[in-house]
């Protein structure tokens, strides 16, 4: 596997990858992988493409409440799990190459970016993609992988890329679970074990409730329920909505193409969820 840390070194390793593959893939991470990060990777390689996978912790995405400093970093462990999983190339930009200090251009993505995750983190889709915008950029890959467990991220950045007329396709690639359903995140390692115990009530929240919602019942009652039962739990909820799967708007009921997204909190994590209806 190559290894690049400067756009110089970057641009020879992907000349070098073009000369070998027909296409490139692109898994964006922030590190700290775990079996979710690893599927995108083999998703790409498994495509036939050469992957490249980018490891950088983007402060851009991080509010002034929220710890950057307390991020997890393990280069050496990501790097052998890279290897293991095919991986072609790792990308492992330092801040100043991603943000310039003379810069002056981000990025504001509107319609999806709104409410949820766009309420409770302000700036940080902006964060997102201004930082997709400069990966793809930096490795013109022809797939970029993203996780479905960041759904709205997902639908952001899917977004961007169709408004700006980018010249790649995103994938989303379903979300990976422990056995007992939570969905891997590199904050799951903050629960207690108590909250670790708890933490699966979400999912199986999410699908008693799409149960109810796919049987015909409008979603008032059912979502106002989930909550409740959240919170008879020791979760504090954040939001717990159906909406439109593309846009993230509130619907009423099960159309086709509608998202469950919920994100609840044990103690200080924020465990985000979301599930297909119908
Ligand atoms: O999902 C993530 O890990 C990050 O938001 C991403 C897409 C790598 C951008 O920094």
Same mark, same amino acid.
């Given at each position: 596997m190559l290894i690049a840390r400067t756009l110089p070194d970057l641009r020879s390793a992907c000349a070098h990858l073009r000369l070998t593959a027909n296409s490139l893939a692109l898994v964006p991470t922030m590190g700290a992988l775990h079996e979710g990060h690893r599927t995108l990777v083999r998703a790409g390689v498994a495509s036939g493409a050469a992957t490249v996978a980018s490891i950088f912790v983007n402060?851009?995405? /991080?509010?002034?409440?929220?710890?950057l400093s307390r991020y997890p970093r393990d280069e050496a462990g990501d790097l052998a799990a890279l290897q293991a999983e095919g991986c072609a190339l790792a990308w492992l930009p330092d801040v100043e190459t991603m943000y310039p200090a003379v810069e002056a251009t981000t990025i504001t993505v509107e319609g999806p970016a709104k409410g949820w995750e766009g309420d409770a983190r302000p700036g940080h889709f902006r964060g997102v993609a201004t930082v997709c915008a400069k990966l793809f950029g930096q490795v013109r890959p022809d797939r970029a992988y993203f996780g479905e467990k960041d759904w709205q991220q997902l639908q952001v950045v899917k977004r961007m890329v169709a408004d700006l007329l980018l010249p790649l396709e995103i994938v989303g690639v379903p979300t990976v679970r422990e056995a007992d359903g939570l969905a891997m995140s590199?904050?799951?390692? /903050?629960?207690?074990k108590e909250e670790r115990e708890k933490a699966p009530v979400l999912i199986g929240t999410l699908r008693a409730t799409a149960l109810r919602l796919t049987s015909g019942e409008p979603a008032g009652q059912a979502l106002a329920d989930a909550r409740v039962a959240l919170q008879s739990q020791g979760f504090g909820v954040d939001y717990f909505a159906l909406v439109e799967?593309?846009?993230?708007l509130p619907v009423a009921q099960a159309v086709s193409g509608a998202r469950l997204i919920a994100v609840a909190k044990l103690g200080p994590v924020r465990l985000l969820d979301n599930i297909g209806i119908g």
């Open positions: 402060p851009l995405q /991080f509010g002034p409440n929220e710890d590199s904050r799951n390692r /903050f629960l207690s799967g593309a846009t993230l």
